[in-house]
């Protein structure tokens, strides 16, 4: 999901989530959970990804954080826990994949 500040909250209520993701792709104004093998994105619902993950790797213990990625929305809030950090970042959408050079 990409993030940003400045959407309008009107007649809107955030939920708020936290996150912890790789400093690497903060900088980039992305924040992800999962693993390499598997594109959370291309798997398109929170249960088939926890189905997937859990046959590879017996992971059924984060089945919740799998479904709370898949449930934030644009306008959501994001904590993003980082050394010595705590971000607060709006979400402003599912972006897919990582950014070319």
Do not use: C, H
């Amino acid at each position: 999901m990409t993030f940003k500040a400045g959407i309008s909250m009107t007649d809107f209520t955030p939920k708020y989530y936290l996150v912890r993701s790789s400093p690497s792709l903060i900088k980039k104004s992305i924040v992800g959970v999962g693993w390499s093998d598997f594109n959370f994105s291309e798997i398109g619902d929170a249960a088939k990804a926890i189905s997937e993950t859990d046959s590879a790797y017996g992971i059924r213990r984060w089945a919740n954080q799998i479904r709370r990625f898949f449930a934030v929305r644009e306008g959501d809030v994001v904590v993003a826990p980082l050394t010595r950090i705590l971000l607060l970042l709006m979400a402003t959408g599912w972006w897919i994949g990582l950014p070319k050079r």
